[in-house]
């Protein structure tokens, strides 16, 4: 095959940008679960082939990551002047805590900038033509599918002002979610991939009757990292007084009308409480949450909120350990109930892992979800970047 030069040289330059964006992604990694409500970036600056700078947003109010790049540069006494940005989501051009990154780039004179993605927030859209009114070079969509994983949620929050939701489900070989065997069905390394999830999600939810039978705490124990918000669906306040989840001041209780005060008041001494209309009205509650900078729940059972959630058609990825135990009186759920859009299977200790996303019930309901993220594309989203 006959190459010209000139494909020859966008060969050359697009796999230049893959191996910096790679990067830049692997960069913004280091701030999972620690960015929200922000999104988790990474940034690179390089000249004549060399990386000069480089930085990722560490936390949400912070400097972002081309900024922290920027000055990395001046540390190593090199010159941002002529250098290429690269970014794993495209740079911001409105004052949020910090001044515009666009602002910034244009400063630092940098000639030429890379992004994997462009920022579907409303209030980014200005930044192609900020960078075309400076003559700065833009190219966007480099590993664009990576940087979308990395973000889910706060591109779910930005397009439908929903959280992100994680399901969490762990069953015996017969298909039981709890039963006699002791607090635990699944082996330790499937219970340490829990706590790494927990410290990646700003909350992890349950309802009532697991709080009940399990007295769970729902923080982060086998792993590093932060503790999640306990978010506990309890529509009469049957949650005890010394329940392990209310330790910690970091607990939620969503509940109804129905209660007395004096629960309540009684409550709010160890829980934050919000009271609901009605509390199977999930998307309106999601909402409320999403509002005040919950953007990824994990959902962790049990078997009514789990189908009330599946039901709901607001799980955005589902997560299911298999046990390779017989349990005889337990809870019934129905594997082949899950309709899996896209699924990985692999090995976790003595358990298997089913991971991925499910389809909508039917074609009428991924309609109704397009059209539903079609209009709420162009709101504006309360968020701090
Ligand atoms: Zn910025």
Redo the contacts with the bound molecule.
């Keep these: 095959m006959y190459i010209t030069k000139s494909t020859n040289y966008k060969q050359k330059n697009s796999m230049k940008d893959t191996f910096f964006i790679k990067k830049t992604i692997e960069l913004a990694k280091k701030g999972l679960g620690e960015t929200s409500p922000n999104p988790c970036v990474g940034a690179i600056l390089v000249k004549n082939g060399k990386i000069i700078g480089k930085g990722w947003h560490k936390k949400a109010g912070g400097p972002?990551a081309?900024?922290i790049a920027i000055d990395d540069c001046g540390k190593r006494g090199e010159k941002t002047e002529g250098s290429t940005l690269y970014v794993s989501l495209s740079?911001?051009c409105h004052y949020g805590k910090?001044g515009?990154?666009t602002e910034a780039i244009i400063d630092a004179k940098i000639s030429k900038v890379v992004a994997a993605m462009s920022d579907p927030n409303p209030l980014c859209h200005n930044t192609t033509t900020i960078f075309k009114k400076h003559n700065i070079e833009y190219t966007v969509g480099i590993m664009e599918q990576q940087a979308r994983e990395l973000n889910a949620p706060y591109l779910k929050y930005i397009t439908t002002g929903l959280p992100y939701i994680t399901l969490k489900m762990a069953l015996s070989l017969n298909e039981k979610i709890s039963g006699q065997q002791g607090p635990y069905i699944t082996c330790f390394e499937s219970r340490k991939y829990v706590h790494k999830l927990r410290r990646n999600v700003d909350a992890v939810l349950v309802g009532i009757n697991t709080i009940l039978a399990d007295n769970p705490h729902l923080n982060v124990r086998h792993v590093k990292g932060k503790n999640p918000k306990k978010i506990i669906l309890d529509s009469s306040l049957k949650i005890h007084f010394d329940s392990a989840v209310l330790r910690d001041g970091n607990a939620l209780i969503i509940t109804t009308k129905k209660t007395s005060e004096k629960q309540k008041n009684l409550l709010s001494k160890k829980a934050e409480i919000i009271v609901v209309e009605n509390i199977k009205n999930l998307k309106k509650i999601l909402t409320l949450l999403a509002d005040t900078g919950i953007r990824h729940i994990l959902v962790e059972g049990g078997k009514k909120v789990a189908e009330s959630f599946l039901q709901h058609q607001i799980v955005d990825k589902m997560v299911v350990f298999i046990a390779p135990i017989i349990i005889k009186k337990g809870i019934d759920f129905s594997l082949a109930s899950l309709k899996w859009k896209e699924k990985k299977i692999k090995k976790i200790g003595t358990d298997i892992l089913w991971e991925g996303s499910l389809f909508p019930k039917n074609k009428t309901d991924e309609k109704k979800i397009k059209k539903s993220r079609e209009k709420n594309r162009n709101k504006k989203r309360n968020h701090e970047?």
Excluded: G, S
Aim: glycine fraction near 0%; hydrophobic fraction near 10%.
């Design positions: 972002h081309e900024i740079p911001c910090t515009p990154c970047r």
